[in-house]
């Protein structure tokens, strides 16, 4: 199985910040990954796909970029509606799998 | 405007059996392959199974092998996952989530259905 390691586990940062959060496979997944990301007691929102596709109605905020085994989500410049948690899911091979997660926490 | 829908979700004993159900609409279900995902409370996201469009490609996670069953029927619009043999370690939300037309992403995803496995 592929597995996804995501850092950092938990990122505190401030409205304007520019962060950036790191997905690594275990193996090479080419550019299958997608991002998304989830607020308490909702279900997750595909942000990125393809590693760095911006899915419809996403803010031009968010990028996705990597292949390979090495990918990153950056959010430009942090809004308030921005902390949430974020999740890396590769989709190469079966069993999908999902990073940990990084909880992007206000500083 | 898609939308996805699970229902199914209560309190359960371990060893017991629970199906749950996805009730989509908004876009032509047959055309999509269709996926369950779970999260325990306080956790991450864990993929749990696949079922392409005409139920020709199915996988499930090893953690759920063997006793689980998704399933659909497209002339209902309707995705199933079948749980037999529940143990605690299933107590999650479980979602279904509709996979991109051309790639593997979940591009929707219904609210949830908490299943809760205790004694």
């Known amino acids: 199985d592929i597995q996804m390691t995501q850092s950092p586990s938990t990122l505190s940062a401030s409205v304007g910040d520019r962060v950036t959060i790191t997905c690594r496979a275990s193996q090479s997944i080419s550019s299958w990954l997608a991002w998304y990301q989830q607020k308490p007691g909702k279900a997750p929102k595909l942000l990125i796909y393809k590693a760095s596709t911006l899915e419809s109605g996403v803010p031009s905020r968010f990028s996705g970029s990597g292949s390979g085994t090495e990918f990153t989500l950056t959010i430009s410049s942090l809004q308030p509606d921005d902390f949430a948690t974020y999740y890396c899911q590769q989709y190469n091979s079966y069993p999908r799998t999902f990073g940990q997660g990084t909880k992007l926490e206000i500083k | 405007e898609v939308q996805l829908v699970e229902s199914g979700g209560r309190l359960v004993q371990p060893g017991w059996s629970l199906r749950l159900s996805c009730a989509a609409s908004g876009f032509t279900f047959s055309n999509y392959a269709m996926n369950w995902v779970r999260q325990a409370p306080g956790k991450g996201l864990e993929w749990v199974s696949y079922i392409n469009s005409r139920s020709g490609f199915i996988y499930y996670a090893d953690s759920v092998k063997g006793r689980f069953t998704v399933s659909r029927d497209n002339a209902k619009s309707s995705l199933y996952l079948q749980m037999n043999s529940l143990r605690a370690e299933d107590t999650a939300v479980y979602y279904c989530?509709?996979?991109?037309?051309?790639?593997?992403?979940?591009?929707?995803w219904g609210q949830g259905t908490l299943v809760t496995v205790s004694s």
């Open positions: 989530a509709r996979d991109h037309i051309d790639y593997g992403d979940l591009d929707y």
